[in-house]
């Protein structure tokens, strides 16, 4: 059974950073697309960033620059490294990969 498990995730000030992880279980992040999605109050869950099996990544609009999301093969978990956080970024933010999601990991940006 596959399970995506998130951390890393707290208060910051704006203009701070974090790094998120999502740990797998069950599947190998290798072979698969693996992405990173948010969910803030009020509000449907957004994607945020995406990384294929070759290694591609792309990102939402809203966080190219300043998110990066990267893979660790041999401990089978995918990063969210976030810089220059500003408020809006508050939010849960989830690991996906096929038909699975993590529980999420809440991120709040004080001003």
């Known amino acids: 059974q596959v399970q995506l498990v998130e951390s890393g995730g707290g208060l910051v000030q704006a203009g701070g950073s974090l790094r998120l992880s999502c740990a797998a279980s069950?599947?190998?992040?290798?072979?698969?697309?693996v992405g990173w999605y948010r969910q803030a109050p009020g509000k449907e869950r957004d994607w945020v960033a995406t990384?294929?099996?070759?290694?591609?990544?792309t990102y939402a609009g809203s966080v190219k620059g300043r998110f990066t999301i990267s893979r660790d093969n041999a401990k089978n978990t995918v990063y969210l490294q976030m810089n220059s956080l500003n408020v809006e970024d508050t939010a849960v933010y989830y690991c996906h990969l096929g038909n699975t999601w993590g529980q999420g990991t809440q991120v709040t940006v004080s001003s």
């Open positions: 069950g599947i190998s992040f290798s072979r698969n697309r």
């Open positions: 990384i294929f099996s070759n290694g591609i990544t």
